[in-house]
Structures are given as structure tokens and as C-alpha cells.
């Protein structure tokens, strides 16, 4: 495995061009247009599943904190046991 | 004549408080999540590649896409999801009465990918097609795959309102297959300011 790696690193080394055969990695990076939609793409992907959880978290909390209050209160209302 | 036994019966409540949210609806949240993502990265993959065009955007000889007929067809799906909050609305006070928005909201839904496989044909003929530029490739990928959660959320309200017919559709059932319109319905108008405009 080791010796795999190394052989590998020593091709990439001696043909850099290799590293570049990324489709997207290396496309454009010079112009300003697609510099922010690398961006705006890196913003989104990292923020959304942040959003989508942590949404849905306060979503939970919410509705723990609202059916605490009702069942609170309906327990405040009921007659005392006898 | 034996004496009666009698047993004495005990009820058990369950002691466990309500589950905040269906187990129905929990999963097809975390389904919907996953979803999310994969829309997410196809549509950062062509915003990437939109402004990374060199020949620009789409690119010449390619044909241009129908913006102002598809802004009609998304009219139609996001009624169709209005329809459908309404129906679901309808079925806590009267379940029966939720099966006609629910089937208007299935209808619609069916009109708008109907009307997708119609543009669909309209633009293969005008040579756009998945091979023909990477334009067309994004297209088909991206608005297929829409396509196909489209079809799989309308089986599934299909199911849920055949359910509903015969008044055997718990309300756990009906807010899942919902959610998973309100996703197929709001993932749409992201997909229309990006691919088409």
C-alpha cells in the first residue's frame, strides 16, 4: 500500500499535468465569475445541511416547549385526586 | 354450577410522553435532507460550470430553453402544493371532505410533469439533447431527476388518497407523502432561476 502511494506521488511528481485532469479543479479560476460561484457553491453546501438540521432542532424544541406548556396547564386545570 | 372466576384486569398506560414528531414524517425528513443535498450539489455543479464557460451560457448553435412556457408549468406545480397544504388543512377536521383538494393538487401535479415530457420532446427535436453540449447534459440530469421525485411524490399521493377513499389513512401517512411534495414543489422555482434563467 505504502509502496503503491509512492510510486504514485513519484508519477504525479514527474507528470504534474496529472494532478490538473480534474474536470472543474483547475477550470477558470482566473476570472472573477467563476471565483464567486465557487464560492456561493462552497457557501451553500457547507450552510445547508447546517441549516436543514439545525431547523428542524429548533422545530423540535418548539413544539417540546409548546406540548410542555399544554400539558402543564391541563395539569394545573385537573381536579385534585381524592 | 362452578363458581365464576374472574380475572381483574389492569390497563397499562404507556408512560412514554407522545413522540414530538410521527416516526413517519421523521423519516421522510431525513429522506428529504439527503434529497436536499443531491439538488444541492447538481446545481452547484452547474452554476460552476455556467460561469466557467468560456463560448458562454447556453453555448452557440444550442437551442434556448422555454422560460416563459415553463414559468406557467411552475405556476401550475405551486398551486398544486397550495392545494395540497389545503387538503391536508381539510383532513383534521373532515377527512372526507380532504379528498377532492387532495386528487385537484394530484392533478395538477400530473399537468405539470405532462407538460414536461411535452417540452422535453419539443427540445430533443430541436437538437438539444444529453449529449449534445454540456448544457444539455445539466438540463436533462438536473430537471430528470426532478422529474422522477415529481413522479415518485404523485404515486405516492396517489396511494395516500386511495387510502383516503376508503377512510383508512392515518394522519402520520398523509403529512409524509405531503412533505414530500412541499419538497418536490420548492426545490422547482430554485431549479427554474438557475437552469433556465
Redesign the interface.
Known sequence: MIRAAAILAVLLALAPELAHACA?CG??VD?D??R???L??TV??SA??LA??GG?FLY?RA??RR?ATTHGAAGRGAPEPK | MPPRRTASLRVISDPRPAPLVPNAVLGMLIFIFTEAMLFAGLISAHSITKASSAVGWPPPGQPRLPVEDTAVNTAALLLSGVVVFFAQRRFRRDRAGAFLPLAAGIALGAFFVGFQGVEWVGLIREGLTLTSSTHGAFFYLIVGVHALHALAALLALGWAAAKLRRAVLPPSTLAATALFWYFVVLVWPVIYLRVYL
Do not use: E, I, N, R
Open positions: 472543474v477550470a477558470g476570472d465569475q467563476s464567486v460561484a465557487y456561493l457553491t451553500s453546501l445547508l445541511p436543514l438540521f428542524f423540535l413544539k417540546h406540548q
